[in-house]
């Protein structure tokens, strides 16, 4: 057996015991041993213990055998006691029989017979199995001539302990070489982990910052690119309010700090950045609350969202665009119905001679304001406007909006509306909630070509509600339901539904662009939109806009109704069409104004120069030929800084409105002119100390 084979023999986990006696052994006297060894004659075995041969057997402290004539045991010292308990009854027996393991017993064997045949001794070194009891040892097979017979020494050297030691250290070695090839493997790992990391955030087209108690402690390289930041410029150790509006620094600084036991949720939001230059630039914010160097931190990923921006305009445009084939024939229908309303009415009252003229003249009226609604919802709808949010009830607009729903929507799909008791009140774009309510409809009406049904929903919601889990906000929502029982939208889609220009509609039926549209809307209105859908089994689209402040709300309303009144100022009503001049001044006039008028900018100007003391306020139409009605404005400021102006339109959109109040108009009013509005308008503009104002005040 080789030398570098290990055993088999189970003792690593406990120390081997050392076999240790004490005997008292007399002196041996050579000479006599020589003798024996050299006498003439056979050799006695029986007396081998009482020679002084057997004395030195029995003193040597390792265990010993003497073999003699036909590989019989002779003689085995006590000291075999350490690797057979049974030393004593092994005598007579052949010296391989000690040894059970088959392989050993015939390689002892064969060392016996040739050494006895050879007379030349040898040894072997191994695992050796003696009596079940496994050792590791070297033994020894010696010559040996006795009394003209020759025997065999067989010395056994037991070295288990030792092994063991050896093995133990082999082991702990190792051992060793693993540890040591692990932490080499994890701190390489880690080390290229770091490497990946750093590349990645360096390289990131998105700016990432870590910001600890308001200040930014690092920011990559995106980020001080995002915000002109020269490479030489530091960004570091400066107060997050230098590149974001400090609006978004409060809200970044609100919420519950990072103890590194739970996960806070990340939050993300658009909001304002600053430039190194001072100039201003929208953005989109992803921040998560992190341990940063044992402290709670902020780490913020922020993307330049202009040209986002602007898509999502284009989009929103496009999409409203696509729409507009869908609305024709509905408002084409209304506005017919509205002309046989005034036309009919108008006919009656010439008919009868005046009979029943007030309750028929409030009829003409009613159908009048629809028409006007109808243009102004057509005009922001076609057209890119901003949005304008009012307290408005979702239960009303969806009633108005039913009539167009159910010309556009093939009559075997049923609708069905369930609006809520009571529902709160939310700060909305009226034409842009609509859009939401003609995407979502258009889309359902496409996944149930075999009929079905189509319900819309609205509920008062708060947190406890399953869909308002992840919102992470206690504050109360308004949810609007769309629902249909079409063939659904399989799972793997759902997460793709509100990408721009994904559809899974033919080539030709679809732009992709309905329901990223609608996406867009909800987050203008500060909302969340959550879709719910099974293949087969339909889809549900729940929008959650937040609840308005109702007592801000009537407030506002008390404050208008209050201003619903008419005065004895004068008043210059500049428009290019007479009828239009001469209703304006029939409205005045009749609740007290002096009114004077002008039928071009050019006329205003010279009526103004003339009665420029008279007159406390001009109403200015923006659609004029010849000098329109903003260079009319800056006209008359010129001549006079101070002079109020409203200016009105049936078609300027909110980049005419926006830029007449930079030039310096008290506010807006929209035409067709409604007396209450109108005079809600005035009355506010002429006890105004020169605060512009775009809204329009509504009387109750």
Known sequence: MSINELPTFGFFDEEAPVFST?????????????????????FNPTEIEATSLGKLLQALPIPSLLIGPHDRIIFANVAWEQVSCSYENILRRPCHELFPNPSTARMVKSIVQSVFSSRKSQQTMGVLEIDKKQIWGRVHFKSLRMGGEQAVLVLLEDLTAEKKQLLLHQRHQEKLKKEIAIRKSAEAAMKASEQRMRVLIEVSPIGISIVQHGTCVYANAAFREIFAYQNGDSVLDQPIENF????????????????????????????????KSGGKFDITIWQRRILYLGQSSIMIFIADASEAKALRSQLL???????????AGGIAHDFNNLLTIIQGYSELILLTKGKNIEANARTILEACRKGADMVQRLLAFSRKVESTLRPLNLNDEIEQFRGLLERMIPK??????????????????LTQIEQILMNLASNAKDAMPDGGTLTIETRNVGRGNRLCQSMGTDQPWVMLSVADTGHGIKKEFIDHIFEPFFTTKQIGKGTGLGLSTVYGIVKKHNGHIVCESQSGKGAAFHIFFPVTNEQEQAKQERATQASCKGGNETILLV?????????????????????LTAPDGQSALEVYLKEAKRISLVILDLVMPQMSGIQCLRKLIEINPRVKVLVASGYAGAGQTEESIKSGATGFIKKPFILADMLAAIRTALDSSRQHSVSTPVCG
């Open 22 to 42: 004490r005997r008292d052994t007399e002196t041996i006297e050579l000479a006599p041993l020589m003798a024996e060894l050299t006498m003439s004659g056979n």
């Open 244 to 275: 974001i509006d400090a609006k978004c620094g409060q809200l970044m600084s609100s919420g519950p700090t990072c103890d590194g036991e739970t996960e806070p949720a990340a939050i993300s939001f658009e909001c304002k950045g600053l430039k």
């Open 317 to 327: 445009q496009a999409q409203k665009m696509e729409a507009i084939g869908t609305l």
């Open 575 to 595: 428009d290019d069409e007479a009828l239009v001049r001469e209703l304006g001044q029939e409205f005045l006039a009749e609740v007290g104004y002096t009114v």
């Open 412 to 429: 075997m799909i049923h609708i069905d509306l369930r609006l809520a008791e009571d529902l709160a009140t939310i700060s909305g774009d």
